[in-house]
């Protein structure tokens, strides 16, 4: 989710641009920065115990509070593959849009956290936090999945999972509020995560559903790459470099790219940061996506980090919760 400290000192002793932020990220950004270095072990596994030690994790409540209930809800055990679900509530009701009636139908975002694939679940308070925003300022049922992690799990098991979440949700619709409607799904992401919901999408375009209908794809930051260094990897150092980055779970746009030309893709909305690294990545995918013909929004924020989305004392944090309602509502309303 984050590896910008690295990134920030070599600004700062070149005197290149910084990102505007005030000391409390910044605090954060250096400390998990730290945590992640030292959790990180040299034969190439991670110390999850010892980063889970340090990351506090949220509890679900049932009872609303500050007008979202929250469940776990466990759809394979062997797998530890479950998923967090927001609902919003107003006075113990479920509600839609601008205090609605529980009749009025919400839509359902499907979210999936980021982490690199390595690290945090829905219960860290960074992303139990910020899908409480989203339910409760959207007025959408919000499902957090956990997916498996690496090295222990390698790809495709990620992929395997938020599938296996999709058919779960559609084989056990009651497991919703009554008022969620499936057939404005939106699957949504952040960096390892956002990645994870492209490939989703690719699934879901070619092996279809039957109850639920994803109808847009939201990516914060996406996590995508290749084996050439970008210039703004090059720029901002101490971005992870690597071999085999053409691979097409990485470089979606690139020379293994799927063919999406035929396939039924959903209205996506991509953000990118200034001082992300994989932000020429992410501009390449979204050009990618204009060129196959599919609908696709852009927001830039220049001055921003990867991962700034779950500062809520930024007002670009919450700018884009905003940005993120406006799509949802458009794509609702169109279909």
Known sequence: MIDEEDNMSHSNSTNKPKPLLSW???????????????????????????????????????????????????????????????????GGEVVGDGGATKTTSL????????????????????????CRRLCREISVVVVSVN?????????????????????????????????ADVSKCFLAG??????????????????????????????IQPFFGGEEQTEAEIKLEGSPLGSNRDHGAVNVSGPNAEDLSGLDYPDTLVFIGGFDPLNDWQKRYYDWLKKCGKKAELIQYPNMIHAFYIFPDLPESTQLIVQVKEFVNKVSGSK
């Open 24 to 90: 409390k990220p910044r605090a954060t950004i250096s400390l998990l920065s730290f945590l992640t270095d030292a959790c990180c072990r040299s034969n190439g596994t991670f110390n999850r115990r010892l980063f889970n030690f340090f990351i506090r994790k949220s509890s679900p409540n049932a009872t609303p509070v500050n007008g979202v209930s929250i469940k776990d809800i466990t759809v394979n055990s062997e797998n530890n593959v479950w998923f967090r679900l927001f609902t919003p509530t107003v």
């Open 107 to 130: 839509p359902v975002v499907i979210f999936f956290h980021g982490g690199g694939f390595t690290y945090l679940c829905p219960s860290s308070i960074y992303y139990d936090a910020f």
């Open 147 to 179: 997916y498996r992690l690496t090295p222990e799990h390698c790809y495709p098991s990620q992929y395997e999972d938020g599938e296996a979440v999709l058919k779960y949700l559609e084989e056990n619709k009651m497991v919703l509020p009554e008022n």
């Open 190 to 219: 952040d960096s390892a995560g956002a990645n994870l919901a492209h490939h989703l999408a690719v699934r879901v375009c070619k092996e279809g559903l039957q109850e639920i209908r994803i109808i847009g794809l939201v990516l």
